[in-house]
């Protein structure tokens, strides 16, 4: 994370490390500890949350617009992505590069990565750069240089991001062919980056259509976590954020959902770079956006009862007992602005076999539905995953990160206070009936990655 | 095919049967023997096809449109096809009904049909009628009448439809999730009845913009087939559809496009009223539109050599030799906008198991890709396929339908005059290579549906 030009260029990857980061929206909130977090909106629509830390002489300043791949219009997959790096160039007040050097010239770092669901930028600098923080982000809002010759060249460094990034990678290669089997519908379906083919005819007509569609105040929330006196803030967010004029009204963010799916699929590439074999098996579950109440809670505690982390069944069952699996786990995406997924993953050790790591994974999955979880394994699963929050307060981004996606996916500020107390309320037949309803052998998408000589056909 | 009310209700699945037909364009031209067809186009924009054909005092009148379910806005799946309903209730001039009861009061029949490219309505009536069906026709082309109180009772109809044909038929689910994997970009994804989901919510406004956007002159190709004096048809276009007001010009039918594909992928679903075990594997193939010249004529007869009919070579080996198979065959849909499908496919007899019939098929495509096919059955398969033109000749309808599907799909009535010599220029090395190309294992999507008890997992 030291700043250097062009580091962006990794962004569209990083989502999935920041999306594995708030599969759970976190609060360091709690009954007894009234959280200080303060949000308002601008006139002009932007929503702004200011959650003051004061540990350490240092700001997070991030600003998240509501717009990712799946806001694309079909066609023009990437564009979202492509316009994270275009946010990069120079705009009619500063040059190309000029707020870049500024971050580097006060030691501070910066950062951008655009989901599913969202693009956001972040800087971390010392509170008295804040105010410069805001002017350069509000000034790229709506000032940028859009020039055919600014287009052109970033469409083939992203271009060559694919390249090495998917094209070269029989995992992302495969990766992205389940999800496109997965979803049927809905565009999760499209990767992030885009198709090779749509990003190479990405131009600079699409970049003006989807800033001047997307990128405005009252389609963008702006995070402010650190060292900060929120009556300051305030007052510099309307300074400079607030004299942004705003933009055209969005319509809902609704997209085309899944239809009913009645199908078992499988998704099989064998590649000679493939050294061992692995395999996941995903299914199309409620979001935290999208769950009756309690759902998506419940699904989270499935998650790591299963398969979240060393004391999980999975872990314990294949890894330390049977040894027969050199990875192997479980994971939900809860924080997702539509129906999103829930996967079991792993991989053999020594003479293991692929089949026998998945078919010991399924009698996992089995014995919860039959039997469900124990009033141990709930409370222990709720313990981790509250504690996981203190963690996330340690990590000043971290926190801003949670606070930025949930709000960006539908969620608000009480979610991310009230969810300790959802999460407690989960039961055990709740995670047991969440297992039995959503992870169905019948409807699930195996894909299948293997080395070259292990074909199954 | 008598006439009655509501028998449009079953055109949604009619086109795969009119698709069948047409899958190859087939000309009565050749050398020797000019046609007599002639087209033109009139100043509003309608093309019209005239194919003179005075063996019986019989006219075929269909209206074309260049509008099909592959062009329909994401989350509006089923409009294309509700429309298609819609165009049977009453206009401003005439009740609803009227069309119908005057086609049914003069003997004629009638019929329409909504496919993944296009949207067509035909009447086959004596030649005196003929006036009359374009003064009718060209009246609903912009003057329906679309309230609520027409538009919900018939999406009640289509639910019904669609629950009967699709979600109460294993076959149908199985077919759509198998469409639904094969492409993962482009909407021949979607069916074309619509996802249940998406066809409840279809409402007024949805088909005031889909009538205005696209039901116009200049959107649609008029055929006439039949015993009718060409000058005389010309005035009676222009005395009718003529007077229609061209609608807005429309942007070229570009939908989002493939992206490579690297995987193996399989589709699967066992339930309790399949009797017996079947299967499909397809593959993403070029069209009579999209391929190079010559490579959609060569995959025709790889279809024809491999599996169309009792002479090829999967007939003759699974089900006469073998013994193993119920049916099976390969498939070939020329006739396409975008790039479609070639697929094989096969149902056991008796004790042989699906994998048998699937090892087979299999055996005999890595025949041809290895050794190509014989002179002889190169050509023999063109003396068929040149042959089943012959037998269209006989059908009035069946030519009209050529000339419509071609014509709305990005071909010309010169594409279908030059296709025999196109498709005497076939090599048996071309058609190797086709198959070499496209009919890859490691990039198919194969379909199982099974009985219950046959589970594979």
Redesign the interface.
């Known amino acids: 994370m030291t700043p250097r030009p062009g580091r962006n260029a990794r962004a569209a990857f990083r989502f999935a490390l920041a999306a594995a980061f708030v599969a759970a929206p976190l609060s360091f909130a709690s009954a007894e500890e009234e959280p200080l977090v303060e949000s308002y909106t601008l006139d002009n629509g932007l929503e702004v949350v200011v959650i003051p830390d004061r540990r350490a002489p240092v700001v997070t300043h991030m600003l998240w617009y509501k717009v990712g791949s799946a806001d694309e219009e079909?066609?023009k997959?990437g564009i979202a992505h492509f316009f994270e790096h275009l946010m990069f160039k120079g705009t009619s007040t500063h040059g190309p590069g000029e707020f870049s050097a500024r971050i580097s010239d006060v030691g501070g770092r910066e950062n951008a990565f655009t989901s599913y669901d969202y693009t956001a930028y972040f800087q971390q600098v010392a509170p008295t750069e804040l105010r410069t923080m805001m002017e350069f982000e509000a000034d790229r809002m709506r000032n940028l240089v859009l020039t055919d010759d600014v287009i052109g060249p970033e469409r083939d460094v992203i271009i060559e991001e694919r390249n090495s990034r998917v094209e070269n990678s029989p995992q992302a290669?495969?990766g992205?062919?389940?999800n496109?089997?997965l979803y049927?519908?809905h565009?999760y379906?499209?990767p992030v980056i885009g198709?090779?083919?749509?990003i190479e005819q990405l131009n600079r007509a699409d970049a003006i259509e989807f800033y001047d569609r997307f990128y405005a105040p009252n389609n963008a929330v702006l995070v402010v976590a650190g060292d900060v006196d929120v009556a300051e803030v305030r007052a510099m967010t309307e300074e400079t954020y607030g004299r942004i004029e705003r933009g055209p009204d969005l319509p809902p963010r609704?997209?085309?959902?899944e239809?009913?799916?009645?199908?078992?699929?499988?998704?099989?590439?064998?590649d000679e770079r493939v050294g061992v074999a692995s395999y996941s098996k995903r299914w199309v579950v409620p979001s935290y956006t999208t769950a009756e109440e309690g759902g998506a809670e419940a699904l989270d505690i499935l998650a790591e009862v299963l398969g979240g982390g060393m004391r999980s069944r999975i872990y314990q069952e294949l890894i330390v007992k049977q040894g027969i699996a050199s990875s192997a786990g479980a994971y939900y995406q809860g924080t997702s602005l539509d129906d999103t997924v829930f996967m079991v993953y792993g991989s053999p050790r020594g003479d293991a076999t692929l089949e026998a790591v998945e078919q010991a994974i399924d009698a996992e999955i089995a014995k919860i539905v039959e039997d469900g979880i124990t009033e141990d394994e709930l409370e222990k699963s709720k313990t981790r995953a509250l504690r996981s929050m203190i963690f996330a307060r340690d990590d000043q981004s971290g926190m801003a990160r949670i606070y930025g996606a949930t709000l960006t996916t539908g969620g608000t500020v009480e979610d991310i206070a009230e969810w300790p107390d959802r999460l407690k309320a989960v039961t055990a037949a709740d995670v047991q009936a969440a297992a039995a309803r959503y992870l169905d052998?019948?409807r699930a998408v195996t894909g299948y990655l293997l080395p070259q000589e292990d074909d199954r056909?």
Chains 1, 2 share one sequence.
């Open positions: 079909p066609g997959s290669l495969h992205e062919e389940v496109a089997t049927q519908n565009p379906r499209i198709w090779m083919h749509e609704i997209r085309p959902t239809p009913e799916q009645n199908t078992k699929r499988i998704v099989e590439l064998s052998q019948r056909s």
